[in-house]
């Protein structure tokens, strides 16, 4: 989702419940979780103090949403994975301009390197339409090639929900825009990196009534979904999803690009379903999950929990100033185990 995340749009309201338009993960070599950091919140820690309080919970990777010498410089020889946004108001001048492709690698990747470790440059959080981003990232990823970064450190991008269409059952997922979006995956096959995309079934849940909360949360339903396009069985909206993009992206030729889900969450407080302890189950679930793969893909899977804190000056719905897992102060909002079971 987006404008509360990080600072993109906000999510379009979903319809029927697995006619679910979404997005997900699929197998890395190792389960990876991590966890988004937005910074739209009031009394947040320095950045190198939560540098710490990833360390000290046992938090392997990090999102973060623009460049920031600050937290650049907390991250050295933390060991910490790093997926980078340019930010989307970069994303026009970096399509646009190779030289400030090159520049921005320069100031914020080359100055770093290898003391941050850095998994992905994200260029584009959401962005409507997608017009300039492949150029933007075929741009980035030209300026890493010429630093002889390209290997290690991939370019994506981040999509939204919607745009995957015909989603139920999973196996019929198709780009709704397959002009936009099949360069882009073609990109992607090329260079051997993963789409990035932006899983919510909180919002699924919240803006559809028949959704059962438990098959949203990972909990034993009533609820399963028979596939007949390929024999599978889903019984969490979450695999549902996830295997819908994987099916869109085999439709254009992507079948060999893994999914990262860049932002997953629930929210605590605020909207239909946010509590306490529904935000724990999801999230606890979550990260056990990665381990286990979807019926589609089996296999550990690469995650972003989102989000660090509660962020307090965000606009939009209540529900996105609750997504926190910590509080401002550092406590917990809950307690959760991130290495999983």
């Known amino acids: 989702m987006a404008a509360a995340r990080g600072g993109c749009a906000a999510p379009p309201v979903l319809a029927a419940a697995l006619v679910i338009v979404a997005f997900a993960a699929t197998a890395t070599s190792v389960r990876a979780i991590g966890v988004c950091y937005g910074v739209i919140g009031s009394g947040l ?8 309080l990833y360390k000290s919970n046992g938090i392997g990777n990090m999102r973060f949403y623009f460049a920031d010498q600050e937290l650049l410089n907390a991250l050295r020889g933390s060991g910490i994975g790093l997926a980078l946004d340019v930010g989307n108001d970069k994303v026009g001048d970096l399509a646009a301009n190779p030289a400030s492709a090159a520049s921005w690698v ?6 770093y390197y290898p003391d941050v470790s850095f998994r992905y440059i994200v ?3 959401e962005v409507p339409g997608a017009a300039s981003v492949l150029q933007a990232m075929q741009n980035v990823h030209d300026a890493l090639a010429s ?10 991008t ?5 745009v995957i269409d015909n989603s139920s059952p999973p196996s019929s997922g198709v780009f709704k825009d397959p002009s936009v979006m099949s360069p882009i995956v073609q990109f992607l096959a090329a ?8 899983v919510y079934p909180y919002f699924a ?3 559809n009534q028949d959704i059962d909360l438990s098959y949203a949360l990972f909990q034993p339903s009533s609820t399963t979904v028979a596939d007949p396009g390929n024999g599978l069985t889903y019984t969490n909206l979450f695999d549902a999803m996830v295997d819908a993009v994987h099916a869109a992206l085999d439709k254009v030729g992507g079948g060999s690009v893994d999914v990262v889900v860049s932002e997953s969450g629930w929210p605590s407080a605020d909207g239909r379903g946010a509590t306490v302890d529904n935000a724990r189950t999801y999230n606890q679930n979550l990260i056990n999950h990665a381990g286990k793969g979807t019926p589609r893909k089996p296999g550990p899977m690469e995650v972003y929990v989102f989000a660090m804190f509660n962020e307090d000056q965000k606009d939009g719905d209540p529900t996105e100033k609750k997504f926190g897992l910590f509080n401002p102060d550092k406590t917990p909002v809950y307690t959760i185990n991130f290495s999983g079971n």
């Open 158 to 162: 981040a999509v939204k929900m919607d």
């Open 191 to 198: 260079n051997g990196a993963p789409l990035l995309a932006n």
């Open 106 to 111: 320069r100031d914020n990747v080359q100055a």
């Open 123 to 125: 260029v584009g959080n």
């Open 45 to 52: 820690p320095s950045k190198s103090d939560v540098v710490q």
């Open 147 to 156: 630093a002889g970064l390209a290997g290690g450190i991939k370019v994506s």
């Open 205 to 207: 849940y919240e803006y």
